[in-house]
C-alpha cells in the first residue's frame, strides 16, 4: 500500500490510522498544517474528493481520497489484515471504534466547541469517562480479552480493535498519566491490553520516535490546556 | 431476519435503521422509552451488551445485541443486501453514513448539548449546512447519481447510502419544510434522489403511517423546539 495521511502533528485523532499503518510496516507520507487547511478550506466543487474535516487518507495506487477517521480504520484494516472477515465480530469491532470516536469528541468538550468548566469535567471523568472505560472492560471479559485468545480484543490474532483500543485508552493515558489510575481501576485489563499493544516492535518504535518529537502532546490547541488545567483542580 | 430496536418515537437517527427494514420489508419491534432508559441506566456489568445510548439493536436469531447507528446500518446492510461488496464503493459509502452522523450531531448543536443562538444558527444554515449539502451533491455528481446508474448514489440498484441520504436530507426537509428550498439550490439532484426514495413503495407508506402518528416531530426535545425558533427568525 502506497498511501498519503493528512493530519495534525499530534496523536488524537491520527494514531488510530497511523499505528495500523506502523504495525504493518506501512510507510506513509504526512502533510503540513498549511496543505490540510488549503484542502478544507476549497469550496467543495474543487476538492479532490468532497470532504469536511481532516483526518483525510489518500491511496495512491486506487486514487482513492477519503475522510472520517472510522472509514479510513475500517478500509486499510480491510487492506492489511487487521479484520476477522466475521460479520458479527467486525460488527462489535466498528461499534467500539465508534464508541472510540465518540470517546475522543467527549474528552475534547465536543471537539474543543468550548473549554471545559470544573463541574462538568468532573462529571466527565468520574462519571462518562469511568462508565466508557467500564464498556471496555467489560467487552473484553465476554469476548475473550482475559484469555488473550484473541477473538476480538487481544494480541494474539490482533485486530484493529485492538489498535483502536490503544489510540483511544493507551495514547490518553500515556500523554495525561494522571488518568493512569483511572484505567487501571476501571479497566484493569484494558490497562494490560494497551501495555502488551505498546510492547509491539514497531509499535514500540514508532511511539518512542514520536514522544521525542512531541513529548506528551496529545490533542492540542487550547481545549488541551483546558484538560490539563482541569486535570491540575482535580489534585 | 428477527429483530428489536430500541430508539425513542421519533425519525432522527431512528430512521436510518428504520428505512432500511421498511424497505426490505422486515417486522421489527419497537420499546418504549423507559425500557430504553432502563437498559441505558443499567451498572455496565448488568446490560445485555455494553453500550452507552441508544439507538440499540438486537438481531434475535444471533443474539447479537449492539449499539451505534453507523455499526447497526451496516450490519443490517450486509445482511438485507444494501451493500455493494465493493471494498472503495463501501467505504464511500460508510464516510457518507460517517457524514450524515455529523450533521445530526450538528443541527441539533452537538447532540443538544445548547441551546441555538440565532448567530450561531445562521452560520450553521449557511456555511456549515450547505457545505454538507454540497458534499453530498458533489458525490453524486462524481459517482453517477444523475445518471441513475446506481454506483453509489441513485435508486436503480439501491444501497444503504440512498437510503441514508433520504434518513438526513429527506427527513430534515420533510420535518422542517422551510429547509427544503436549501436542498433545492444547494444540492438539486440530491433533492431529487430524496424524491425518488419516498416514492418508493414500502417508503412511502412507512412514512405516512408516522406522519399521521408523528406529524412534522424531528429529533424531538428543547433542542427541536429551538431549531424551529432559529427557522422563524430568519424569515
Redesign the interface.
Same mark, same amino acid.
Not at 467500564?134 to 467487552?139: A, L, M, N
Given at each position: 500500500m502506497e498511501c498519503r495521511l493528512y493530519y495534525w502533528a499530534v496523536p488524537f485523532r491520527g494514531d488510530f490510522i497511523r499505528l495500523i499503518l506502523e504495525d504493518a510496516g506501512i510507510k506513509y507520507q504526512e502533510h503540513s498544517p498549511e496543505e490540510i487547511i488549503e484542502i478544507k478550506s476549497q469550496p467543495?466543487?474543487n476538492?479532490l474528493f468532497?470532504?469536511?474535516a481532516p483526518p483525510f487518507f489518500h491511496d495512491l495506487q486506487?486514487d482513492?481520497f477519503?475522510?472520517?477517521m472510522?472509514?479510513i480504520v475500517?478500509?486499510i484494516s480491510? @487492506?492489511l489484515g487487521y479484520v476477522t472477515n466475521d460479520?458479527?465480530k467486525d460488527?462489535?469491532g %466498528? @461499534?467500539l471504534l465508534?464508541?472510540c470516536n465518540?470517546i475522543l469528541a467527549e474528552i475534547t468538550n %465536543?471537539n474543543g466547541?468550548q473549554m471545559w468548566t470544573h463541574d462538568d469535567w468532573k462529571e466527565f471523568r468520574f462519571n462518562r469517562l469511568k462508565?466508557?472505560m467500564?464498556?471496555?472492560?467489560?467487552?473484553g471479559k465476554r469476548y475473550g480479552l482475559s484469555s488473550d485468545s484473541g477473538t476480538m480484543l487481544g494480541t494474539e490474532n490482533i485486530t484493529f480493535v485492538d489498535l483502536a483500543t490503544y489510540a483511544v485508552f493507551g495514547t490518553m493515558t500515556r500523554c495525561i498519566p494522571e488518568l493512569k489510575n483511572d484505567l487501571n481501576i476501571n479497566s484493569p485489563n484494558i490497562s494490560a491490553l494497551c501495555d502488551r499493544i505498546y510492547a509491539r516492535k514497531n509499535i514500540s518504535l514508532y511511539l518512542k520516535e514520536k514522544q521525542e518529537l512531541w513529548g506528551d502532546l496529545y490533542c492540542g490547541g487550547q481545549i488541551e490546556e483546558s484538560i490539563r488545567k482541569m486535570i491540575s483542580l482535580d489534585k
Open positions: 467543495i466543487k476538492q468532497p470532504v469536511m486506487n482513492l477519503f475522510n472520517q472510522p472509514a475500517n478500509y480491510h @487492506k460479520i458479527i460488527t462489535l %466498528l @461499534k465508534l464508541d465518540d %465536543l466547541s462508565r466508557w467500564e464498556i471496555f472492560e467489560e467487552f
